[in-house]
Nanobody
Framework: QVQLVESGGGLVQAGGSLRLSCAASGGTFRSYAMGWFRQAPGKEREFVAAVSWTGGTTRYADSVKGRFTISRDNAKNTVYLQMNSLKPEDTAVYYC????????????????WGQGTPVTVSS
């Protein structure tokens, strides 16, 4: 059983940056593709970014391309989401997920999910 714990969320002004972290435990981290989703108030959860277990393949939602970067450190069992040029529409709770299959991560069908960390971008 894999446990995922997100951190790094908070309040930031538009144009600012935040780095989210997701620490994994209870499994073989390097075996899992990892991803980030977000859910804004009153909206459905949506895909943000994903990275393969090697780190060699990444996927991004069009809305964050060029602004967000996903990366992983297998030695620290942690995946990161660097968010730059933040916009008010990026306000949401951000969730980390993990699965052995990258497609499942991207599709939101991953086996494991964290509890989320809130991000608020003020205008």
């Amino acid at each position: 059983q894999v446990q995922l714990v997100e951190s790094g969320g908070g309040l930031v002004q538009a144009g600012g940056s935040l780095r989210l972290s997701c620490a994994a435990s209870g499994g073989t981290f390097r075996s899992y593709a990892m991803g980030w989703f977000r859910q804004a108030p009153g909206k459905e959860r949506e895909f943000v970014a994903a990275v393969s277990w090697t780190g060699g393949t990444t996927r991004y939602a069009d809305s964050v391309k060029g602004r967000f970067t996903i990366s992983r450190d297998n030695a620290k069992n942690t995946v990161y989401l660097q968010m730059n040029s933040l916009k008010p529409e990026d306000t949401a709770v951000y969730y980390c997920n993990a699965d052995s299959n990258l497609r499942a991560v991207v599709a939101g069908q991953a086996d494991y999910w964290g509890q989320g960390t809130p991000v608020t971008v003020s205008s």
